[in-house]
């Protein structure tokens, strides 16, 4: 069970290209997250999405695009990469909660994306 | 003013000692709490969850919960140096899709 997988592990991007991280989950869970890590700022959330289907903005959105493909798969896109975006970047899943009394929000990280904008 | 505010450290102490890492926040509609564990160039990983008010117990990890106050609080017993990691608070109202995180405390233990 290998939980969720982000790839690629390491990126080096000039400043204007674009590209796209990967993530993928086998764990059955219907939400999915992005979030960037940067020193002294914990993880603020790029996007969700809540289910297959569905996405929406978290709390730093502007540069970046996502694709839900399927219930297991969640795409970050940089369209025009800039040095702001440099930081590590993981994701997360979570088994949405049938009833309020199974009501868990534990999200499950993948190992991260370590991206750099030159 | 953030949400939840956690003191960033960093934080070193022996081995042995008990570490008391704690976090406030704003919200009074947080009802789960999480601590999660982040070892350097690694995912965040869930240590400890607990919904409410009250103390929950692992090993040598405590959780505690103090909903009038507004803090949560994470002890470790009897420290050991492979629990040097950054610590990070988290929380949500019931029903929410989203975690609110804190900013993460780095913590080392010295053998």
């Known amino acids: 069970n290998a939980g969720v997988t982000q790839t690629p592990k390491f990126q080096v991007l000039k400043t204007g290209q674009s590209m796209t991280l990967q993530c993928a989950q086998d764990m059955n869970h219907n939400s999915m997250y992005w979030y960037r890590q940067d020193p002294g700022m914990g993880l603020r959330l790029i996007y969700y999405s809540a289910s297959e289907g569905t996405t929406d903005k978290g709390e730093v959105p502007n540069g970046y695009n996502v694709s839900r493909l399927n219930k297991r798969e969640f795409s970050l896109r940089l369209e025009s990469a800039a040095p702001s975006q440099t930081s590590v970047y993981f994701c997360?899943?979570?088994?949405?909660?049938?009833?309020?009394?199974?009501?868990?929000?534990?999200?499950?990280f993948g190992a991260g994306t370590r991206l750099s904008v030159l | 003013q953030k949400e939840v505010e956690q003191d960033p450290g960093p934080l070193s102490v022996p081995e042995g000692a008990i570490v008391s890492l704690n976090c406030t926040y704003s919200?009074?509609?947080?009802?789960?709490f999480m601590w999660y564990r982040q070892y350097s160039r690694k995912g965040p990983e869930l240590l400890m969850y607990t919904y409410s008010s009250g103390n929950k117990e692992d090993g040598r990890f405590t959780a505690q919960v103090d909903k009038s106050s507004k803090y949560i609080s994470l002890f470790i017993r009897d420290s050991q140096p492979s629990d040097s990691a950054t610590y990070l608070c988290?929380?949500?109202?019931?029903?929410?899709?989203?975690?609110?995180f804190g900013q993460g405390t780095r913590l080392t233990i010295n053998p």
């Open positions: 997360a899943s979570r088994r949405h909660p049938l009833t309020v009394t199974l009501a868990k929000n534990i999200q499950y």
């Open positions: 988290a929380m949500s109202r019931t029903g929410a899709q989203k975690l609110v």
């Open positions: 919200n009074s509609a947080f009802q789960y």
